[in-house]
């Protein structure tokens, strides 16, 4: 088949692990007889840098032109100060909306090679698969943001229509999976949140009586998540809850860097990013965690491209390379770390 897809590298270890993907979907295309187009932009801080705005115009028309978009990371000390007037973030959340993917996926599977590399008990960890729907394009992120000299405001707003999108893409996962979905919220404090409750009581309760639905509060999901994340199946929440609920979740699986994401609207075009951020810490050291990056191209090639085959021929050439133990220094622990190439070579060479 014939695909475009857009390549934002962005910041920090951003280029490092998009390299790495890119050079997997160039062997696929090749061993599979696709043809890719890779278009290559600025976004994010590096965007700043070359034309003072991290969403650049001819960086947009490319991701609306594209069949999907892969993005590395973006953020970075050199562009965060609170005074800052243009963030590489505001890039960020431009696009997802621009590109109205409202529906963020982000699969978290424990590898029993991994096990030891979480900071929490194996017998906790063994036979852990979630995947988390979380709400991107609304909520207290996008709403009106006020500062004053003594007083700052950030609103949360949410729609019926926004809200029942979101949970029928997830009871529609759940329907594929083990039938459990659980809803998170802060409805004993939030407006919006009960809303977000009877919104998601009644969609489930006409459209999917077949899926089980559970509410629950989002400081105690906070907590049952690593008291008990095998009983979870697919778990749905707004925004900010689901961007904090991820990293906690990404110990799960045993680094932050392990977990992939999609984002989708209503076409098959979707963004693809791991969930972690640039790192700015461990950048330019060829250290960085490629196998967030690389499942995310995995996801691209099942959701945007439809290439089922090679999806799972991706996922596990990776789990392979884990299971081989070529593993970066976050999940290797003391013993015999690998760079960002050899791991990702040790994923080709299985492909
Ligand atoms: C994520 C990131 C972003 C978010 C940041 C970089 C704006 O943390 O994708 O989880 O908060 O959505
Ligand atoms: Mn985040």
Redesign the pocket.
């Known amino acids: 088949m014939k695909a475009h897809i857009a390549v934002l590298p962005g910041d920090g270890i951003g280029p490092e692990v998009t390299a790495e993907a890119v050079r997997a979907l160039r062997a696929l295309e090749k061993r599979h007889g696709h043809i890719f187009t890779l278009t290559e932009l600025p976004f994010g801080g590096a965007a700043i840098d070359l034309t003072g705005n991290p969403l650049p115009e001819p960086t947009l028309e490319a991701c609306r032109n594209a069949d999907a978009v892969l993005l590395g990371?973006?953020?970075g000390p050199k562009w965060s100060a609170p005074e800052a007037k243009v963030r590489p973030?505001q890039g960020?959340?431009e696009l997802r909306r621009a590109l109205r993917v409202y529906a963020?996926l982000r699969p978290v599977k424990v590898h029993p090679a991994l096990l030891g590399a979480s900071s929490l008990k194996s017998e906790v960890l063994q036979g852990t698969d979630l995947i988390f729907v979380r709400e991107?394009t609304g909520g207290i992120?996008f709403g009106e943001k006020r500062r004053e000299a003594d007083c700052a405001t950030d609103v949360c707003t949410y729609t019926v229509a926004e809200i029942e999108r979101i949970v029928r893409a997830a009871a529609r996962l759940a329907q594929k999976r083990r039938r459990k979905l659980v809803s998170i919220d802060k409805a004993n404090v939030l407006e919006t949140s009960r809303l977000w409750r009877q919104v998601t009581s009644r969609v489930m309760r006409e459209e999917f009586p077949e899926v089980a639905l559970e509410h629950m509060l989002v400081d105690s999901a906070a907590m049952h998540l690593i008291r008990r994340p095998r009983d979870f199946d697919v778990l749905v929440t707004e925004?900010m809850f689901g961007?904090i609920l991820?990293?906690e979740a990404s110990m799960l699986a045993g680094s932050l860097g392990l977990l992939p994401?999609a984002s989708l609207g209503e076409g098959t075009r979707g963004l693809y990013?791991p969930?972690h951020?640039s790192a700015p810490d461990i950048a330019g050291r060829g250290i960085a965690n490629p196998y967030g990056m690389l499942l995310s191209a995995a996801l691209l090639l099942r959701h945007s491209l439809g290439l089922t085959a090679e999806a799972a021929a991706l996922e596990a050439a990776v789990s392979d390379a884990i299971g081989a133990g070529a593993l970066t220094p976050d999940v290797a622990g003391a013993t015999g770390a690998v760079s960002t190439r050899e791991a990702a070579e040790a994923v080709l060479a299985r492909l």
């Open positions: 990371a973006i953020g973030e960020l959340l963020n991107l992120y925004n961007d991820t990293d994401s990013e969930i951020g």
